[in-house]
């Protein structure tokens, strides 16, 4: 019996990590939810997240930062990350960095599901 | 004995007796006076002899007529008007003593003198001082005239540079400003859709039934809310994308793209609609995909704005998407069996928030006339003909991109683009 799938969702927006949450725990997923960058890296870092839903413009460190910290500690590296974001473009170029995925905002809770599941499959195969 | 002076006017002495030779000496030395008078009466320069005493001793012609004859005369009183010695000028004592002296004079009438002294005895052996004086009035004054000729030029050259340099502080306080505004429009789009996608995250997650059991009327009422919120957020996107497209955005995400691709992501983005309605979605793409110059992004916004307008407004039958790979240009042309446009809108389709009688959908009105800023910013043209030509039914949209990237890089935003191109049919 494998343990529960761990999700990390951080975002600043508690109206939005309310109704992620409610939507992700229909799944044997166990969500932690941080409300900042920094506290994003602290409980990533302190409960080894499978999964991390990352949102991009947040106060402290941003999505950018995080994702930057996530690929140069070696056991956060591996770990995929969905960028959320309420741009309805890419501002320019910004997302330059290297993330798994992205996720405009708002995504339908079918949607988001889809994608979540995808990203776990392709981690249980691939690794 | 026969005595040959070379170039002697006298000619060679031919022989004879002591008479003849004084005789023949006497014709020798008058030549060679006249030779030398002569030439000193035709020089342009004025030549004088002056004495150790600054007396005037001789004045060529050219001299007296440019002076009057002052021979007699101290020379610089006659020649200047000066009671005494011309100070700081005279070259009289370094030429005495074996000195060539060249000096300029500048006479009070506006004259110029180039003045060349030296030494030379005179016929009675008194060492004096041989000036010629060259009348150089003329090039001073082109000397002037070009040295005034060289200030005006830097004159202007440095207000040039000066316009130049405010020109190009106007164009970075310009492209200052685009980036402004770029980041501002990118500020506004974030806060206005932040609230609204978590208003939609949480309606979603009640709808879908992840907080409890819904009925179906509540069901109904969130499904409306949701919609509406959808119709706010395209709106907004599309309203921050005129700006954005016109402040040239567009340019900076410009590279070569693979054509096929664009158009393959834009027909998935509809085919669950097309085949829900049950109409037939054909596509017709080169073999080899067509490589343009383009923003892929905003590219794919038109094809899908066009086919998800096809699509709308068909009831029944069938959609046709054909990319043609001409020699300099691409031609995209998508044709519907649709409900059609009536002749007197085909040229407003492309303006902002033109509603045309057919519409139906809850479009943000904005489509079409981004599409066309789009295609315009690309350089190329967008068009629309209803019926279609081909079919004779509902409507054909065409719109062509220049393959050649100078073609469509440089061209900015299609701001003061009214010209809308429509079918006169």
Redesign the interface.
Known sequence: MSKPVRILLIDD?V??V???M??L??KPYEVIAAHDGKEGLEKARSEKPDLVLLDI?MPKIDGFGVADQFKKDQSLSKIPILALT????????PFAFEVTDFIQ??????DLLAKVEKHLERLDSGQ | MTLVLLGSMAGPFTGGNEAEWARYLEKLLKSERDRLMGILDSLEEGVAIIGPDRVIRFMNPSMVRQFGDGTGSRCHKHLRGLEEPCLGVCKLPDVLRGATERSEYHLPDGRAYEVISSPFADSDQVPCMLAAFRNVTKEKLIEIELMELNQLKSDMLFEKTKELEQISKDVAKLKEEKRRI?RFL?AI??DL??P???????L??IM?G??GAVTDEQKDLLERSTRRIDGL?AL??DL??IPRIEAG?LV??MKEISFNEVVERSVDSIEGLAKKKNLTLTVGLPAVSPKIWGSD?RLQQVMTNLLGNATNYTEEGSILVRVTDAEDELRVEVLDSGVGIPPEELRKLFQDFFRGSNVRSDGTGLGLSISRRIVEAHGGKIWAESPCPETGRGSKFTFTLPKRASAGTGVGPGIASDKVQGNQA
């Open positions: 927006d109206d939005f309310k109704a992620t409610k939507v725990q229909s413009l309420s741009f309805s473009d890419s501002y320019g170029q905002k708002p995504i339908s809770p079918k | 770029i990118s789009t974030h859709r932040a609204l996608s978590a208003t939609q995250s949480c979603w997650a879908g992840y907080a957020l907004i996107a921050l994308d955005q900076q995400e992004r």
